[in-house]
């Protein structure tokens, strides 16, 4: 089975529909599927749900799905660098699912390994918390979250081989490897490609049963943030 496609597009191809959930790896600007984004972007599917942990900048990442309203819904943790974003949802435009950060990985994660629910403290007490679940567990109260699932799941690696073996660099590892299990179908963008057998078992992130195509790409790496001082 090839899993190697010539271009972002090629690899999207037949994969994308209306109303589709979506996750997006990525944390900030950094380890985001640059490629597939615009390549979804251009596949002209509307009405997403997209789980990010980020919803991108006004001109880059999932901020290009904003722009063009593709996006119905965002699950996110924090999209405060977004003024896209902010307007669409003040106006009603955009629905919103805030979560905290470590519950928002925990259902991705929880989702790719088959687990449906799991009860966490985190939120108890606050609105995260209105609606959910309440259960005691040795004194202390709990609220019950639930596994996400993605129709496509579109993941950014550092290096893969041809079977979609992969291994995600520094920061970048960061909602990448669990929402690659976490997808129906799972698409990633890589900086190099190597044959099979190439990579060392023991630095392999996430095994390439989890993978169906691959593309490499080319990067911006923009910076969402740049602090700088004169020497």
């Known amino acids: 089975m090839n899993k190697v496609y010539p271009s972002a597009a090629a690899a999207l191809e037949g994969l994308t529909f209306d109303g589709m959930i979506v996750m997006a790896g990525g944390f900030g600007l950094c380890g985001i ?14 009405d997403l749900t997209a789980i990010s942990n980020n919803a991108g900048v006004d001109d880059f990442g999932l901020g290009l799905l904003l722009q063009t309203r593709q996006i119905k819904k965002m699950v996110s943790s924090y999209v405060g660098e977004n003024a896209t974003f902010e307007r669409q949802y003040l106006d009603g435009d955009l629905e ?11 259902r991705i994660r929880a989702g790719g390994a088959g687990i449906p629910g799991f009860y966490t403290k985190t939120g108890v007490g606050t609105l995260i918390a209105e609606g959910k679940e309440h259960k005691d567990f040795n004194g202390e109260t709990y ?20 079977e979609g ?14 929402m690659a299990t ?17 990579l060392d078992p023991d630095q392999i992130h996430t095994p390439g049963i989890f993978v169906d195509r691959i593309v490499v790409g080319s990067f911006e790496k923009r910076i969402e943030q740049r602090t700088t001082r004169e020497a």
């Open 182 to 198: 976490a997808g129906k179908t799972t698409v990633v963008e890589v900086e190099e490609l190597v044959e099979i057998g190439e």
């Open 143 to 162: 609220i019950m979250e639930t596994g996400l699932i993605s129709d496509l799941s579109l993941v950014k690696a550092w290096k893969a081989d041809k």
């Open 165 to 178: 073996n992969l291994i995600f660099r520094k920061t970048a590892r960061n909602f990448n490897p669990m």
């Open 33 to 46: 599927p640059e490629n597939l984004i615009i390549a979804l972007r251009d596949s002209g599917a509307k």
């Open 96 to 106: 919103l699912e805030f979560n905290p950060q470590g519950t928002l990985a925990e």
